[in-house]
């Protein structure tokens, strides 16, 4: 059984859209990938406003601002697959953008109507993953664990490092994840203020002073201590991280934020006994936080080729929907917390 699908992501540190072409085939019940083609498309700074003030929107804007987006990806989408001379393309999933992400409150917004993406390219489309883990109780994230498990069961963990760190792994049998720490959502903001989109190999941060107050405080937040499954959203990084950091300098504030993570990520690693970890994500290029979590961890940092950094999540969501098409198990409810595993997402 052969499948090939398109994914799109577009994450929280707004780094741009992430569009992955690739290939799944199943081979006695066992699942195996190939990506074909991917590239990530950076927003204008038109885009990367509209998206970071859509939190901010009223309801008649934000619906508004959902169809515009929707459109938006389905001419991406349309571009790259000319670009590439594509055929055989089996379905389109598109994760959208996060808005809101409140699941205690039993809701998930995520932008980019699927039914656009569908209009404009007249090929199956999955959207909306989340909203269901989250009715049925669930954080409605992390979701990436279906790909580690049939994807990349041969790492002990996976370690995503995006806007947040999230990681997945095996225990006591089942596939369980959770949200680490804030990293790229809080440095990129930091970053910003210096002129920079983002804090380059660490180097801002490599050259900072730790303020060790600051960070204690921070290591200190309620939620490193809460049991998984758990999430985090850009509210409680404005309501719990932000306050903390004011009244210093950039510079420290990017040099003691990188050591927050890397602690946070190293006590992870520690407290499970890892051998190895797979690394993927904007953060896999930060030097010098790869360089503090080996300072603090005896696991083996396994980092990937290029194409898998930048793409793995977008390849995992666009197996999500290839599971979806299927009626297939799509989100583990070890993972999210939610009260079944289930099959999830819309299809247009």
Known sequence: MTFHAIGLMSGTSLDGLDICFAKFQRLNSEWKFSILHAETIPYSSVWEEKLKNSIHLNADDLLALNSKYGFYLGEKVKEFISGNSLAE???????????????????T??????????????????YDFRSQDVLMGGNGAPLVPIGDELLFSEFDACLNIGGFSNIST???????????????IVLNRYASTLGKKYDKNGNIARNGKVNEKILDSLNSLEFYSAK????????????????????????NI???FTEHAADQIAQVFNHYQF?????????????????????KSPTEIIIPERELIDFKEALIFAFMGVLKMNNEINVLSSATGSSADHSSGIIV
Do not use: M
């Open 170 to 184: 095996r225990n006591e049998g089942k596939r369980i994840a959770f949200d680490i720490c804030p990293v790229n």
């Open 275 to 295: 051998k190895n970890v797979l690394f993927t994500g904007g953060g896999t290029y930060n030097s010098y936080l790869i360089e503090r979590i080996k300072a």
């Open 89 to 107: 393309i089996n379905l389109i999933a598109s994760h959208g953008h996060t808005v809101f992400h409140q699941p205690q409150s039993n809701f």
């Open 254 to 256: 990017l040099a003691t």
């Open 109 to 126: 917004l995520q932008i980019g109507d699927g039914r656009a993406i569908k209009i404009i390219n007249n090929i199956p489309v999955v």
């Open 228 to 251: 998984h499954p758990k999430s985090l959203g850009i509210e409680w990084v404005n309501k719990n991280i932000i306050p903390l950091l004011e009244n210093e300098t950039a510079h």
